[in-house]
């Protein structure tokens, strides 16, 4: 990074974001996040990912300071010395993943994901999905409430919480995460190549209801869905050194 960067700043609406982008507007100004050369974004996970979507298409790196709840994503909050944080920061690229859902009225919509696309039930009874991976079936019925595919930066978020595995950035791979499966009762998900076609049928659709959400977009009573990651979407997001990403997630595996 040099220091003829123009700085765009997106702030979340909790007070101290709010706070955090009037202090560093006086010290940097703030160019439209349309025109920016950088987008900083302040607050937590979920804002960082609601901003990645909203300038998806801008091409520009993204670098998130801690203003929130959670900020596994985001680098520690600070207003010293922000042009040299920005040049000195390791980028991280990351490609997301692209739903195709289909409804029992057979509606297709389209969306992409950074963290996963998850199917819950939508109702009382659980879900009865059918997955194939590259035209091949590898579970005939899972009988769950739910499942997921997730990105190594999403493997720490909800993925983790269903006892998925963490994944390092570079490993090249997706976990396929069952949400509290009943049957098969052993299965605990599976690695896939970051290159695999993930189709999801849904079996006794009228009586066994499934929503299906890509990060913020969601489809309700979903027939089949189809999950595949998008190479050709890239997403730079920048990291200090001592807040480096990739540790990060490796440390995480060996916390208790």
């Not at 700085?7 to 560093?24: N, V, Y």
């Not at 991976?133 to 009988?143: N, Q, S, T, Y």
């Not at 493997?155 to 595995?165: C, E, K």
């Not at 049928?201 to 089949?224: G, H, M, N, Q, Y």
């Amino acid at each position: 990074m040099t220091k003829d960067k123009t700085i765009g700043f997106a702030a979340s609406d909790a007070p101290a974001a709010q706070a955090a982008l009037t202090e560093l507007t006086a010290l940097y100004g703030n160019t439209p996040a349309e025109q920016a050369d950088i987008i900083v974004a302040l607050g937590g996970d979920g804002f960082m990912l609601e901003t990645l979507h909203r300038y998806l298409e801008r091409g520009v790196p993204f670098y998130g300071m801690h203003r929130g709840s959670v900020g596994f994503l985001m680098n520690a909050y600070g207003t010293a010395d922000l042009a040299d944080r920005l040049r000195n920061a390791a980028p991280v690229r990351v490609h997301p993943l692209e739903m195709k859902a289909r409804d029992r009225h057979g509606r297709e919509q389209t969306a992409l994901a950074i963290n996963e696309v998850s199917l819950l039930r939508e109702g009382r009874q659980t879900a009865k999905i059918r997955i194939t991976v590259d035209g091949v079936v590898r579970v005939e019925e899972l009988m769950a409430d739910g499942v997921m595919v997730a990105t190594p930066v999403g493997s720490t978020a909800y993925n983790f919480s269903a006892h998925g595995p963490i994944i390092p950035l570079g490993a090249g791979v997706l976990a396929l995460t069952p949400i509290s499966a009943f049957r098969p009762r052993r299965w605990r998900g599976a690695l896939l190549p970051h290159s695999a076609i993930v189709e999801f049928t849904i079996l006794e659709e009228d009586k066994r209801p499934v929503r299906a959400a890509a990060d913020f977009t969601e489809v309700r009573d979903i027939s089949s869905i189809t999950v595949r990651e998008t190479r050709s979407i890239s997403l730079t997001m920048l990291f200090d050194p001592e807040h480096n990403l990739e540790e990060r997630v490796l440390k995480e595996q060996f916390l208790s």
